[in-house]
């Protein structure tokens, strides 16, 4: 196969899309977020992006089928603006397989139609937390005050270290094609899937691009979680064995 190769599973008529990203990363903030809108909402598969920078493997499906790895673009339709939702299961394995792929996902967006983009993800804090809030980034200036305005906090050097991954170069390289570019992440411990987390950082999505969306099957998974955590505590004490802050970085 070529080094990415873009296939069309189906198509949609698109109104002033906006991009909303959710690739594995710290908490499967972003990941759970995204597959919460498809869920929700009437979508449908519109791209799949097959490259040799994701992992050698392929999904075994319930039949035992298999797919081999790669990232989706859906077309979701909201109450609201609709959004093409871009997701999968893996991340590029280089930093050039990044920025390849990440310039890929872009002209596929620009070429539905989209001029706003907004990347999710978690950053991490290295302890549990029960009311995380949602940290931004932006690629301007201009995109600040409009988060701000939602709840959106702007820490000075935070994430340390800066965001890594497509939901760091969406803004790099997106900012430099001209389009309006956000980061939103949720705080999360950094060691857990964070459905809570995943639901902070879509409450502030829904205020900023104007739709609604119910979170009964997220809130449902975030009492699962808690049962586990609690689980945990009881046999090994709260925290004890858990990775130190040094070990946690935002990858999104």
Known sequence: MEDIEIETVGEATLRD?????????????????????VEEFDSEELTRVYADEFPPQVTVDDDG??????????????????????????????????????????????DMGAESVYALGGVPTGELVEEPDVLGA??????????????????????????????????????????????????TSGYLVDPTS????????????????????????AEEMKEVVEKIQQMQGQQQGMPTDDDLRYIG
Do not use: W
């Open 138 to 187: 932006v690629a301007t200036n201009g995109g600040i005050d409009p988060l701000s305005d939602a709840g959106v906090e702007f820490r000075e050097g935070e994430p340390a270290g800066g965001i890594v991954g497509v939901s760091g170069l969406l803004l790099g390289l997106g900012g430099r094609r001209g389009l309006s570019a956000a980061c939103l992440m949720g705080e």
């Open 198 to 221: 995943a639901q902070a950082v879509l409450e502030v999505l829904e205020t900023v691009v104007g739709f609604e969306v119910g979170y009964e099957s997220l809130e449902e998974r």
């Open 17 to 37: 899309p906006v991009l909303v990203e959710g690739l594995p990363g710290v908490g499967h903030v972003g990941k759970l977020a995204v597959e919460h809108l």
């Open 65 to 110: 089928v298999t797919e081999l790895a790669h990232a989706s673009f859906h077309a979701v339709s909201t109450d609201g603006p609709d959004l093409l939702i871009l997701t999968g299961d893996h991340q590029a394995q280089s930093h050039a397989g990044h920025y390849h792929l990440t310039d890929t996902f872009l002209d596929i967006a620009e």
